[in-house]
């Protein structure tokens, strides 16, 4: 049995499919709205209604239970630590009660690297591993850089102004992933469980790109001007909390995006096995122009 968090999710809901469609055993999901998941996809799992923060709910989820894959669901109303760690504790307990043996976490780069330490949102993201990996269970952490899915938040700016915004410097090259590759590789490890301790499995996506040639890309697939807004980060910091965001979370959010200029997601050499996945010029085809064009 395989029992999978936020089923709903970008990435649960992808990795999910993968595991229905590869019938290799039963899934389990929680989920707080069952409504939430489509008629097919019910009458092929088990549903646990809930939030896999609730240690009850989760002791339920897992009974019986070899395989979990866990995700923080976003939370902007609390700090950083609580909304990984303080979220996370409550599962450390149950794994250590039920015996499950294995899990795959959704987390990201930068271990290792000088930044870890202050890299808001990611140093939390870190320390959720290190407490999971604590219980003894065999752990995989998905080490991910930027989504390039973020870029659907900018659907609206780029229809309307042909204008993306971010923080990054404009001709730095990273890496960048998307959602269906992350779950792809979450769901190989949830298949073919033949491996032990703890680790991390970076998803870097096939290329490093710079905002500057993303928007040349984006430019060219979607037959219209777009151009790359840079954005201070105390200026994210304050527009988040303008959103409503714990003041914590919003400068975790800043200090992430500042790591990452200062290289927090280059700390991982590039291998065939880790840069596997849809370059952006074919996210952008695929997910990123019927978005704006719906």
């Known amino acids: 049995m395989i029992v999978v968090t936020t089923p709903s999710g970008a990435i649960g809901r992808q990795l999910l499919g993968l595991l229905l469609r590869a019938e290799a055993e039963p899934v389990r999901v929680i989920v707080r709205d069952p409504s939430r998941l489509p008629a097919d996809v019910r009458d092929q799992v088990e549903v646990v209604a809930g939030s896999h923060g609730d240690p009850e709910v989760l002791a339920r989820a897992l009974d019986g239970a070899a395989a979990l894959f866990w995700v923080v669901p976003p939370n902007g109303q609390v700090s950083p630590a609580a909304a990984w760690l303080d979220f996370t504790r409550p599962a450390a307990a149950v794994l250590a009660r039920h015996g499950v043996r294995h899990v795959v976490g959704v987390s990201a780069l930068g271990r290792g690297t000088p930044v870890a330490g202050r890299a808001g949102l990611v140093t939390a993201s870190l320390a959720m591993d290190d407490l999971i990996a604590s219980t003894g269970v065999a752990y995989r952490a998905l080490a991910n850089p930027s989504f390039m899915d973020n870029l659907l938040e900018d659907v609206e700016s780029l229809r309307a102004g042909g204008v993306w915004t971010g923080t990054a410097a404009p ?55 777009i151009r790359y807004q840079r954005q201070l980060y105390e200026d994210l910091s304050a527009e988040l909390i303008g959103y409503g965001l714990d003041k914590d979370f919003a400068a975790g959010m800043a200090d992430m995006m500042r790591a990452k200029d200062d290289g927090l997601d280059a700390g991982v050499l590039r291998t065939p096995d880790n840069s596997l996945g849809m370059t952006f010029r074919q996210w952008c085809t695929d997910v990123l122009k019927p978005a704006v064009e719906q």
């Not at 269906?180 to 033949?194: P, Q, S, T, V």
Request: charged content about 25%.
């Open 171 to 225: 001709d730095r090259p990273a890496p960048a992933a998307a959602t269906r590759d992350i779950a792809a590789a979450g769901a190989r490890l949830l298949l073919h469980r033949d491996w032990t301790g703890s680790g991390e499995v970076p998803v870097l996506g096939p290329e490093d790109i710079s905002p500057i040639e993303m928007a040349q890309v984006m430019s060219e697939v979607l037959g219209r001007p």
